[in-house]
Nanobody
Framework: VQLQASGGGLVQAGGSLRLSCVASGRTFGSDALGWFRQAPGKEREFVATIAWNSGSTYYADSVKGRFTISRDNAKNTVYLQMNNLKPEDTAVYYC????????????WGQGTLVTVSS
């Protein structure tokens, strides 16, 4: 299983970015795909998740209303649209796969850095 994240960069506060995560290596029909982030000196935290089959989503309170997770089944890709970015959103963002949507994310991609300047 490979998860390839991309789309990070430097953006001003109030701006937008879209992260992508391409999943490969097997089928993901039973999975939940999630985004997590880790800011400097802090623990990794959950951001959002989507059930691959149903498209059901769930968000951390800190990003609700600003971030949108979506997936394109044909491209095996999960997206994280981030709007109204704040300096506290600065972090390395990781995508991860939870094979049976059980809450255990066993597969992780490399991170992509998002930096939000004030």
């Amino acid at each position: 299983v490979q998860l390839q994240a991309s789309g990070g960069g430097l953006v001003q506060a109030g701006g937008s970015l879209r992260l992508s995560c391409v999943a490969s290596g097997r089928t993901f029909g039973s999975d939940a795909l999630g985004w997590f982030r880790q800011a400097p000196g802090k623990e990794r935290e959950f951001v959002a998740t989507i059930a691959w089959n149903s498209g059901s989503t769930y968000y951390a309170d800190s990003v609700k209303g600003r971030f949108t997770i979506s997936r394109d089944n044909a491209k095996n890709t999960v997206y994280l649209q981030m709007n109204n970015l704040k300096p506290e959103d600065t972090a390395v963002y990781y995508c991860a796969a939870d094979r049976f949507a059980s809450g255990n994310y066993n597969y992780w991609g490399q991170g992509t850095l998002v930096t939000v300047s004030s």
